[in-house]
């Protein structure tokens, strides 16, 4: 259970504790500090120790990156498999086009249609609504949420054709997959993706009509663009505020710096804050999405730029949509391939590979010699992007409510943190560690 402080003192400053927060994938606290209605101090503070998965990839083969980071996140493994893929294929000069590319695609699909949907139905409705959990919303709202879970285990299941399980797919391999399904397969796979699509319609619909506090800001969205489609795979590296480069550039804009109050770095663009996830996705590519579901977003009262981070939960339903029926363009064109993989052929050399994991932009790149032993690692995963513009936000936001009551206040804040979908055991990878001696 979370607990929660608020001491005054006589200067009438106020402190809010937050020690644990709830519905967020790790763990983590927030402490804000008021006087009078005047914001002092905002702090997230993540305190799971650091995980050290850049630091043990180093000595093991090429090869074992995806499996390895696979492990990073139960939630999403197929965004660090895919994102370690693309840095090893760039490493050793290798494309992967045609049937596995279209392949690659399907099982990012059912990756965001179980992610977003478990935020949707289990972490985030539940603000929205007034109920301090899912299971006391699911007394009221049974229907619904038997739904989103139906609707989140088809996700569940694009994952286990394609990658072998559900959790932590075993079936992604550098160049391609260990087995391919047979049209069979994906052909039931479709059939229960029309229902799938029934379901996202019907989530639309619904969360639609949820309050949206009137909160917004001149953020600078960040996210994969690509020519011909919405991103998942590849792209050049864009943002509203005009940044246009190559994935091999990322590291000349984008810093990492550590922060006391937290065990995750914070990653900023050219020194300031930025925004990645659904709302830099939709904002930056809402003219990629297919006609259909760019009618169910306007139906929804979206325009083709959101910037309320309140409406991410709308945002989300609507990639939800789009997943589905990328899947069903998929399935619908599907041609087995030749071979599940492209033959690798080892070279030393340094690659960078960036996919569009359901919370935003994740970033691996790797360094490899010609025997391909990774020589070095660096992963970047969404959350820890986004952290600096989640702190920022709650500043703002903070000021704009001091009013509120203490409880109602607390309750908002959590809210607005939720917002982003926190992964914040995914962001707690790896610090450098200083000893001074005397």
Same mark, same amino acid.
Request: charged share 30%.
């Given at each position: 259970?979370? +607990?929660?402080?608020?001491? +005054?003192?006589?200067?009438?400053?106020?402190?809010?504790?937050?020690?644990?927060?709830?519905?967020?994938e790790?763990?983590?606290?927030?402490?804000?500090?008021?006087?009078?209605k005047?914001?002092? /101090?905002?702090?997230?503070?993540?305190?799971?120790?650091?995980?050290?998965?850049?630091? *043990?990839?180093?000595?093991?083969? &090429?090869?074992?990156?995806?499996?390895?980071?696979?492990?990073?996140?139960?939630i999403?493994?197929?965004?660090?498999?895919?994102?370690?893929?693309?840095?090893?294929?760039?490493?050793?000069?290798?494309?992967? /086009?045609?049937?596995?590319?279209?392949?690659r695609?399907?099982?990012y699909?059912?990756?965001?249609?179980?992610?977003?949907?478990?935020h949707?139905?289990?972490?985030?409705?539940?603000?929205?609504?007034?109920?301090?959990?899912?299971?006391?919303?699911?007394?009221?709202?049974?229907?619904?949420?038997?739904?989103?879970?139906?609707?989140?285990?088809?996700?569940?299941?694009?994952?286990?054709?394609?990658?072998?399980?559900?959790? #932590?797919?075993?079936?992604?391999?550098?160049?391609? *997959?260990? +087995?391919?399904?047979?049209?069979?397969?994906?052909?039931?796979?479709?059939?229960?993706?029309?229902?799938?699509?029934?379901?996202?319609?019907?989530?639309?619909?619904?969360?639609?009509?949820?309050?949206?506090?009137? *909160?917004?800001?001149?953020?600078? &969205?960040?996210?994969?663009?690509?020519?011909?489609?919405?991103?998942?795979?590849?792209?050049?590296?864009?943002?509203?505020?005009?940044?246009?480069i190559?994935?091999?550039?990322?590291?000349?804009?984008?810093? /990492? /710096? #550590?922060?006391?109050?937290?065990?995750?770095?914070?990653?900023?663009?050219?020194?300031?804050?930025? &925004?990645?996830?659904?709302?830099?996705?939709?904002?930056?590519?809402?003219e990629?999405?297919?006609?259909?579901?760019?009618?169910?977003?306007?139906?929804?009262?979206?325009?083709?730029?959101?910037?309320?981070?309140?409406?991410?939960?709308?945002?989300?339903?609507?990639?939800?949509?789009y997943?589905?029926?990328?899947?069903?363009?998929?399935?619908?064109?599907?041609?087995?391939?030749?071979?599940?993989?492209?033959?690798?052929?080892?070279?030393?050399?340094?690659g #960078?590979?960036?996919?569009?994991?359901?919370?935003?932009?994740?970033?691996?790149?790797?360094?490899?010699?010609?025997?391909?032993?990774?020589?070095?690692?660096?992963?970047?995963?969404?959350?820890?992007?986004?952290?600096?513009?989640?702190?920022?936000?709650?500043?703002? &936001?903070?000021s704009?409510?001091?009013?509120?009551?203490?409880? +109602?206040?607390?309750?908002?804040?959590?809210?607005?943190?939720?917002?982003?979908?926190?992964c914040?055991?995914?962001?707690?990878?790896?610090?450098?560690?200083?000893?001074?001696?005397?």
């Amino acid at each position: 259970m979370k +607990k929660k402080k608020i001491s +005054k003192t006589r200067s009438k400053t106020k402190t809010i504790k937050v020690d644990y927060l709830a519905r967020v994938e790790g763990e983590g606290a927030l402490y804000v500090k008021l006087k009078g209605k005047t914001v002092q /101090e905002v702090k997230l503070k993540i305190f799971e120790p650091p995980r050290f998965f850049e630091a *043990f990839m180093r000595g093991r083969k &090429f090869s074992d990156a995806p499996d390895i980071t696979a492990r990073i996140c139960g939630i999403c493994p197929v965004a660090y498999q895919m994102s370690s893929c693309h840095a090893m294929e760039n490493a050793i000069g290798l494309r992967v /086009e045609g049937e596995l590319r279209e392949l690659r695609r399907l099982l990012y699909c059912g990756e965001w249609i179980e992610s977003h949907t478990l935020h949707i139905y289990m972490l985030h409705a539940p603000d929205f609504l007034g109920y301090e959990d899912a299971i006391r919303m699911a007394k009221d709202y049974p229907d619904r949420v038997k739904k989103g879970l139906e609707l989140k285990k088809i996700g569940n299941e694009i994952g286990n054709l394609l990658g072998g399980r559900e959790i #932590h797919p075993i079936n992604v391999r550098v160049g391609g *997959f260990y +087995k391919i399904p047979d049209a069979a397969a994906l052909e039931e796979l479709g059939r229960r993706l029309e229902k799938a699509r029934e379901l996202a319609f019907e989530t639309v619909d619904w969360v639609k009509d949820f309050s949206f506090p009137d *909160f917004e800001e001149d953020y600078e &969205f960040v996210s994969l663009s690509h020519p011909g489609e919405y991103p998942f795979n590849e792209g050049r590296l864009v943002s509203n505020k005009g940044l246009d480069i190559g994935i091999e550039d990322y590291e000349e804009y984008f810093k /990492e /710096e #550590h922060v006391p109050h937290s065990t995750a770095l914070h990653c900023t663009l050219k020194g300031k804050p930025y &925004f990645v996830g659904p709302l830099a996705r939709y904002t930056l590519n809402f003219e990629k999405l297919p006609p259909s579901v760019q009618r169910a977003a306007e139906q929804a009262g979206l325009s083709p730029e959101c910037y309320n981070p309140f409406k991410s939960i709308l945002v989300r339903s609507i990639e939800v949509l789009y997943a589905c029926e990328e899947a069903l363009r998929i399935i619908g064109n599907y041609r087995r391939p030749v071979s599940p993989n492209i033959a690798l052929k080892t070279k030393a050399g340094t690659g #960078h590979g960036c996919t569009e994991a359901p919370r935003g932009i994740l970033y691996h790149r790797y360094q490899i010699d010609h025997q391909g032993d990774i020589l070095d690692a660096k992963i970047v995963p969404p959350t820890s992007q986004n952290q600096k513009r989640i702190e920022l936000d709650l500043w703002k &936001f903070i000021s704009a409510y001091a009013g509120l009551s203490d409880e +109602k206040l607390k309750w908002r804040c959590e809210q607005a943190i939720r917002n982003y979908d926190p992964c914040i055991s995914c962001s707690t990878h790896f610090l450098k560690l200083e000893v001074e001696r005397t």
